[in-house]
């Protein structure tokens, strides 16, 4: 018994990383007090490309679920945004009454298709994603293509909308951090890595599969439907086609795969490197694209463990311990 006690609270147990981490959210906070308008909206995106990759790497890095669908919850998000706005809800509360919708819609479709595996479930959540954006265009309040622009947002202050949703952003970041730290070292998370590796050895010693990865499934459509949220308040107009676009699970996929797929930190660092590579080489219009897909593949022929794979094989730190891997430092 004392052998368990004292298991449970090493995996309960805060980081030394954590301080490091405190000291980062506090200089983030106050970055709205000092820093200008650009660089407040520059990393607000950020936060949502962190958000999404966090997300897509609970799926495929933990629980095994490979998905090329997710943007289906980010757009879903954003809608479910927008008519709770027009039915009379304040933005920031429609926001956030909107991602549990999502969450809640997330429970019956984990339930249906999570039946199915591998390539089927992949293509079955993409095919999903384009029924939930089509039936969305059909919407009057939508207009189709053309979409709608949140006005209920222009009754803020603007310097107060953009802090606002950059807070709400930084918020949102660290508390899905922080669940999924906890999460991932929890029972369902050590069950989660034994169907990772084998979904037949798992059931066969008692995981109940389904209710595991139904529930890495709904967080990870809660995270992504926050994101949509924060990309609405931040550009004010909704349209189906960018927020059901396909290139929101690629960039999920790049910066899982740059960053190290099952690693905690591995997300953080894609999508810290997708941003920079986005700000620095976004102008170049079909060569920047190119140039991701060169990285991808370079990534995934010669780094297939990622940034974060690599540190680990050459250090043996693995940074912020998910109780998955041995968090071991090499030693002199």
Do not use: H
Not at 68 to 77: E, I, K, M, S, Y
Not at 238 to 261: A, C, D
Not at 263 to 281: C, Y
Request: contains cysteine; proline residues 4%.
């Amino acid at each position: 018994m004392l052998t368990d006690i004292g298991q449970r609270r090493e995996r309960l147990a805060i980081p030394g990383e954590a301080y490091a981490a405190f000291a980062i959210l506090a200089l983030l906070i106050a970055v709205p007090l000092f820093a200008g308008n650009a660089a407040v909206d520059k990393l607000t995106t950020l936060f949502v490309y962190l958000l999404l990759a966090v997300m897509w790497n609970l799926l495929a890095g933990y629980a095994g679920i490979v998905s090329v669908g997710q943007q289906a919850f980010f757009g879903l998000g954003g809608y479910f945004a927008v008519r709770l706005v027009e039915a009379g809800l304040p933005p920031y509360w429609a926001f956030f009454v909107g991602a549990l919708g999502v969450a809640i819609v997330a429970i019956p479709i984990s339930a249906a298709i999570l039946r199915l595996k591998g390539g089927e479930l992949a293509i079955a959540l993409w095919v999903l994603a384009e029924v939930l954006r089509l039936a969305v265009m059909f919407d009057p309040l939508v207009q189709g293509e053309t979409g709608i622009s949140l006005l209920a947002m222009n009754s803020f202050d603007p310097t107060f909308r953009r802090n606002l949703n950059y807070w709400l952003g930084l918020a949102a970041v660290s508390g899905m951090l922080v669940a999924a730290y906890f999460l991932l070292r929890s029972k369902i998370g050590l069950s989660a890595k034994a169907i990772r590796d084998d979904e037949e050895a798992a059931k066969s010693i008692g995981i109940d599969a389904m209710r595991v990865k139904q529930v890495f499934f709904v967080i990870a459509a809660f995270g992504c439907a926050i994101a949509g949220m924060i990309w609405l308040a931040n550009t004010i107009t909704y349209q189906p086609r960018t927020n059901f676009g396909i290139q929101w699970t690629v960039f999920m996929l790049f910066m899982v795969l740059v960053g190290g797929l099952g690693t905690f930190a591995g997300p953080i660092v894609g999508a810290v490197v997708f941003f920079l590579l986005q700000e620095i080489f976004g102008n170049y219009g079909a060569w920047y694209l190119a140039g991701l897909g060169l990285i991808a593949i370079l990534f995934a022929s010669m780094l297939p463990g990622g940034i974060m794979g690599y540190v680990q094989s050459k250090t043996g730190f693995v940074p912020f311990s998910d109780g998955m891997t041995q968090n071991n430092r090499k030693r002199p």
